[in-house]
């Protein structure tokens, strides 16, 4: 029932002119700064070569788009998840789907998986050009894949965020600046801690995806996206399941 959900949801998001509108923005975006990534490569390749241990294309054009696709979704996923359950309480169709012969924790689900699948499409897209590049060379699969997961799990942790934020109100546009704030202020509270031990570089989504980007797939930031997602997850079961005991 949970990928009924997750495939009704995406449908519904195609269904709609907004997600078209940030697919194909996001494409443009992502789509320049590859190829001026790629320039910039080309422009320096003769200084690369004179050093001992020079840095490959991966490391030089596809961590870099990674890096910028993470900062995208940052700010496209709010878009896209103030729409779940806010649009559902404004048009009253809420109340219909609560009282579905559905458990909280599939609904809450379905609408996740629907919005990451979404966001998956977008990594997706990024994945394509990056293996583009086989074309004019060989590209460091590791690497790569490190980044793949590092932005899946980082995508699920908006998701989660924004699902949740949608969970309180019956205005999308609130959701999503609230959603939007929330990304930002822990993005913000990191880069202005001063000391490198401060706790509150721990509280970044995208500090815990710098790991990922360098190419090192480190359990502790995994099990940082993966129980930030569960927390919010778990916010949007009990919120939802209030709502319905309340009737």
Not at 122 to 145: C, F
Not at 162 to 191: E, K
Request: a negative charge; aromatic letters at 10%.
């Amino acid at each position: 029932m949970i990928l009924t959900l997750a495939a009704k949801e995406l449908k519904g998001l195609f269904g709609t002119p907004l997600a078209w509108s940030v697919l194909a923005v996001l494409q443009a975006v992502l789509a320049y700064i590859f190829l001026a990534q790629i320039d910039s490569f080309l422009a320096v390749q003769p200084q690369l070569e004179q050093l001992a241990n020079p840095p490959g294309i991966t490391e030089y054009i596809v961590a870099p788009l990674f890096a910028s696709a993470a900062v995208i979704l940052l700010m496209a996923t709010p878009l896209l998840s103030m729409r779940l359950i806010a649009e559902e309480r404004r048009n009253r169709t809420l109340s219909l789907l609560l009282s579905a012969p559905l458990s909280m924790t599939e609904i809450v689900l379905g609408k996740f998986f629907g919005l990451l699948l979404f966001l998956a499409l977008i990594i997706g897209l990024a994945l394509a050009m990056a293996l583009g590049l086989y074309a004019g060379g060989s590209i460091d699969l590791g690497l790569l894949a490190a980044n793949l997961l590092g932005l899946l799990l980082l995508a699920s942790c908006f998701a989660a965020l924004g699902l949740y934020f949608s969970t309180l109100t019956d205005s999308p546009s609130v959701a999503g600046i609230a959603s939007l704030g929330a990304s930002l202020g822990l993005w913000v509270i990191n880069m202005a801690a001063a000391d490198p031990d401060s706790l509150l570089h721990y509280f970044s989504l995208l500090k815990h995806f710098e790991s990922f980007n360098r190419g090192l797939i480190d359990s502790g930031d995994g099990a940082f996206f993966l129980l930030f997602s569960a927390v919010f997850l778990v916010f949007s079961i009990r919120r939802l399941d209030g709502e319905r005991l309340r009737g």
